[in-house]
């Protein structure tokens, strides 16, 4: 019998992990609705949704059957020439459920190539126009848009994704942080920052990428609409295209389907994941604007650059199809907005604890931001202990749950919080 932590622990790379010193890793044997059954029997309440993911919860009956009818059918075929039914009938819903300028969607394989993807359409559009010069990007502090190169170079090295590639990579624009006023207006020095950038430098800016509303892995920050509406009409001033980075807020955790509604604005490019397949698959979608998406093809040459082997594949958009019509069905507003105000009555508490910063809240979105950063080691056993999966990073402890969670099984998420932020003051 092979020993699964010892093995992992000396083997197995996890996400930002050491092999040299590893954190404690603990092995998962099945997962039911909003709880994880590890292999020594306990069961967790998820707090996590798998990152942003497993809205539904776990093993669902309707996903699952997605997944089973599409295997009898066919599990993978080429994109290249070849197209099938899951794909186009994805295509569909999500063209519908967006604004009505977005009508072409790039099926990619992961969040971060939704956000490659979405970069060499900006570029390519304006090499199309004749603006090859338009090459660079402007974007926020705090920003998180992937792992992989280009979308390194858009995340804030201050937040210590990756600091240790900046010698690699293309110096992008940064602009301050979104700041709001208390009445909820975009702060005047911060969008002053934004406006700067773009007057110096809108000539060689192709697009403006940043998430709307809710900065996620960089920081965990919300920010108003009335920011979010500032940056579209100065995008719209400085000809410079607008990519919104979807791939965590998008499909209702921030209490709208998509968080950009909030701001009534619409984006040249949008990038989809995360949730999109309901947590089952990885599977993410750039969607653009017949605008941008006519005028790559404008020059006569216009192939957008990209086609990853697993492209659409059809079981993850079959089960994609099942998890947003699950969503549609479900009563999801209620449930998020439930959530969330459960989240502010029951983390609120524990900002009077000496080792806590802040707490917010929005939409199916709690976060404890800690003074200290956590010690992973201790913290994350600890919370085991308690019978809840919370994965904290940073100084940052926070819940996504699932939308199905019940009230119960979410306080014994914040019940855990609030006992560890006593322990630890
Ligand atoms: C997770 C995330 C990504 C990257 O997605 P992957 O599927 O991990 O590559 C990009 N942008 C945002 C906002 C994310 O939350």
């Avoid at 524990?350 to 910063?357: D, E, I, L």
Wanted: charged content about 20%.
């Amino acid at each position: 019998m092979i020993d699964l932590p010892a093995y992992d622990a000396e083997h197995v790379w996890h996400p930002y992990s050491s092999l040299i010193d590893p954190t404690p890793t603990f092995p998962v044997a099945s997962a039911q609705g909003v709880y994880l059954e590890l292999e020594d029997g306990r069961r967790l309440v998820d707090g996590m949704a798998s990152w942003w993911a497993a809205i539904h919860g776990y093993n669902h009956p309707r996903l699952n059957a997605a997944v089973q009818q599409q295997l009898a059918a066919m599990a993978h075929v080429m994109f290249g020439g070849l197209t099938h039914r899951p794909a186009v009938e994805l295509a569909k819903k999500l063209i519908d459920l967006t604004a009505e300028p977005l009508q072409q969607v790039f099926f990619a394989d992961s969040g971060s190539v939704s956000v490659e993807v979405a970069i060499k359409m900006a570029l390519q559009f304006w090499f199309a126009q004749g603006h090859p010069e338009k090459q660079r990007l402007l974007t926020v502090r705090n920003g998180y848009h992937g792992d992989t190169f280009a979308t390194m170079a858009l995340c804030d090295s201050a937040s210590g994704f990756h600091g240790m590639f900046e010698g690699v990579l293309p110096k992008q624009l940064f602009a301050p942080a979104p700041k709001c006023s208390a009445d909820g207006q975009a702060d005047g020095t911060s969008i002053g920052g934004l406006e700067n950038l773009l007057e110096r430098h809108h000539g060689e800016v192709a697009a403006m990428v940043l998430e709307p509303i809710v900065q996620g892995a960089g920081g965990m920050r919300f920010y108003c609409p009335a920011y979010l509406r500032r940056v579209r009409s100065l995008c719209d001033t400085y000809r410079v295209l607008l990519i919104l980075d979807e791939i965590a807020t998008g499909f209702g955790r921030s209490g709208t389907l998509f968080a950009y509604e909030q701001a009534e604005v619409v984006p040249d490019i949008l990038c989809l994941g995360k949730a999109l397949t309901g947590g089952y698959m990885s599977l993410a979608a750039t969607l653009a604007s017949e605008k941008v998406a006519t005028g790559i093809g404008a020059d006569g040459r216009g192939v957008l650059m990209h086609g990853p082997t697993f492209m659409a594949n059809p079981l993850a958009c079959s089960v994609a199809n099942a998890s947003i019509e699950l969503l549609l069905e479900s009563p999801w507003q209620q449930r998020v907005a439930a959530i969330e105000a459960q989240l502010r009555e029951e983390l609120t508490p524990c900002r009077r604890s000496p080792a806590v910063h802040d707490v917010r809240v929005k939409g199916a979105i709690g976060v404890v931001q800690l003074k200290q950063p956590v010690d992973i080691h201790r913290m994350q056993p600890r919370f085991v202990e308690l019978g809840v999966w919370i994965r904290p990073f940073g100084n940052l402890v926070y819940l996504m749950p699932p939308f199905v969670i019940r009230p119960e099984e979410l306080g014994r998420l914040t019940g855990a919080i609030g006992t560890v932020v006593r322990e630890l003051s």
